[in-house]
Nanobody, 114 residues
Framework: QLRLVESGGGLVQPGGSLRLSCEAS????????MGWYRQAPGKQREMVAI???????TYAGFVEGRFTISRDTAKNTVYLQMNSLKPEDTAVYYC????????WGQGTQVTVSS
């Protein structure tokens, strides 16, 4: 069973930056979508950014140019560089990968607060 392991969450002040990483336990295919969702308390899980080779990345509207998704195929890893973080970005961020099945990581907490 493929596992996704996230890292890089934490507490950051408004305007700060964080870089999330997600490594798959097995080979993932660059042509399959891989990326990030998030879920804030009391809200539904929502897409943040998805990347697959051969296509432009997909970003949620609230990203507004602040986040950048990237993938390292050799390391089976996807990253999310988050800049200019806002308090409303506070959420648990989940790694996502979809091939024949859909896989989720356990989540990493991102808290933006002064």
């Amino acid at each position: 069973q493929l596992r996704l392991v996230e890292s890089g969450g934490g507490l950051v002040q408004p305007g700060g930056s964080l870089r999330l990483s997600c490594e798959a336990s097995e080979r993932v295919y660059s042509t399959d979508p891989m990326g990030w969702y998030r879920q804030a308390p009391g809200k539904q899980r929502e897409m943040v950014a998805i990347k697959r080779s051969g296509r432009d990345p997909t970003y949620a509207g609230f990203v507004e140019g602040r986040f950048t998704i990237s993938r390292d195929t050799a390391k089976n890893t996807v990253y999310l560089q988050m800049n200019s973080l806002k308090p409303e970005d506070t959420a648990v961020y989940y790694c996502y990968y979809r091939s024949l099945n859909t896989y989720w990581g356990q989540g990493t907490q991102v808290t933006v607060s002064s």
